[in-house]
């Protein structure tokens, strides 16, 4: 295809090629590929050319009928936004029609309490998953950020953690130099070399399945706790209190199942600037640019950079696991650094009296 005329080629045939050879590579290409499904059922068999603002609003209407969000619908209608505009860029389409995005929606501000995220370290029961929180919680980094940290971007000696790998270009959401706290170096120095979370010793992809594990067992566990209670309360005639435990349970069950993997960055951001960070410092810890390119990546090297932020994040965690013990009756039990403590009782020591003493370890 060379500078097609969109009067000429199906809108299905951009969608095609723009998904073979650009959006399969993206991170998000799983929700893109939904996407195309839906830009090519409404518009099966329609020409480029035919792709109007009218019937682009008529899609709008009928998504919106099938009780898909705002924000879906704004995502759905960039990927052919996308799509065309990569065909003219790249000289198979003439020209293309322009594709108007409505206003995004409002961005959520759900923010979970300590209790509700101690209940999630209680919940995560398998190392990957208590990993990822653990990094989560101690870094506010997005979810691929933390999936695609390695032990060599964490300089224990340093303590500071380079939450973007070698070798990736830095985009608009960047991916900061901050000071590790303590909770996670006692994690990483536990971790073999490589991706610090991983499931069955390789890499994980994706943290969702995972999360939503979490919740769901998290969730089970509050209700059959507060059930408890409240049939307790019952019981000795308090039912007003009874009540309340109820409520305060499907508040919290609400808040939960409403979160995401993204709603602890939101959380461990908040936590900190309500400890009195300053607004500055939360940003540049949660990777917002100050727009001084050259003055950022040297800022790692002082050492009160993010100071005050860490000490809030150091200070969270003691809250946190201070909320898990009293919820479980039981100390927590960091996975990672219990197998550290185990691995450090094992020496390699020379053989003397059985075998030769020359060292066969060079070998």
């Known amino acids: 295809m060379r500078q097609e005329d969109p009067a000429a080629v199906p809108f299905e045939t951009v969608l095609l090629r723009w998904w073979e050879n650009h959006g399969k590579t993206l991170r998000s290409a799983d929700s893109a590929r939904h996407a195309l499904i839906k830009l090519s059922d409404y518009f099966k068999g329609s020409l480029v050319s035919e792709i109007t603002p009218r019937r682009l609003l008529e899609f709008q209407e009928a998504m919106r009928k099938a009780s898909y969000s705002a924000g879906y619908i704004r995502r759905t209608l960039a990927v052919a936004q996308g799509a065309l505009n990569w065909a003219v860029r790249f000289g198979e389409l003439a020209s293309a029609p322009k594709v108007t995005l409505p206003p995004e929606s409002e961005p959520r501000d759900l923010v979970l309490t300590g209790e509700d995220v101690a209940r999630l370290l209680l919940a995560a029961q398998q190392p990957h998953e208590q990993t990822y929180l653990l990094f989560a919680l101690g870094t506010a980094a ?8 390695t032990t060599f971007q964490c300089d224990c000696d340093a303590g500071v953690i380079k939450l973007n790998p070698p070798g990736r270009h830095q985009t608009k959401k960047r991916r900061p130099n901050i000071p590790m706290a303590q909770h996670i170096l006692e994690t990483v120095v536990a971790l073999p070399p490589g991706p610090v979370v991983t499931y069955n010793g390789q890499p994980l992809g994706n943290i969702i399945s995972a999360y939503r594990r979490m919740k769901r067992r998290a969730v089970q566990t509050l209700r059959k706790r507060a059930a408890g209670e409240a049939l307790e309360a019952k019981r000795q005639y308090r039912r007003r209190e009874a009540w309340k435990i109820l409520r305060t349970a499907q508040a919290a069950t609400e808040r939960l199942q409403a ?34 390119k050259t003055t950022e990546r040297y800022l790692h090297l002082d050492p009160d950079h993010l100071a005050l932020a860490i000490r809030a994040v150091d200070a969270y965690w003691e809250e946190l696991r201070n909320l898990a013990e009293n919820l479980s009756g039981a100390p927590f039990v960091n996975l990672s650094a219990c197998e550290s403590r185990v691995s450090r009782t094992m020496k390699l020591v020379e053989l003397d009296g059985i075998e030769p003493t020359t060292s066969t370890m060079p070998l």
């Open 259 to 292: 979160s995401s993997p993204y709603t602890l960055r939101h959380t461990v951001a908040t936590e900190v600037a309500r400890r009195g960070v300053p607004t500055a410092e939360v940003g540049a810890f949660l990777g917002h640019s100050s727009g001084y």
């Open 142 to 149: 997005r979810p691929e950020a933390i999936l695609q940290l």
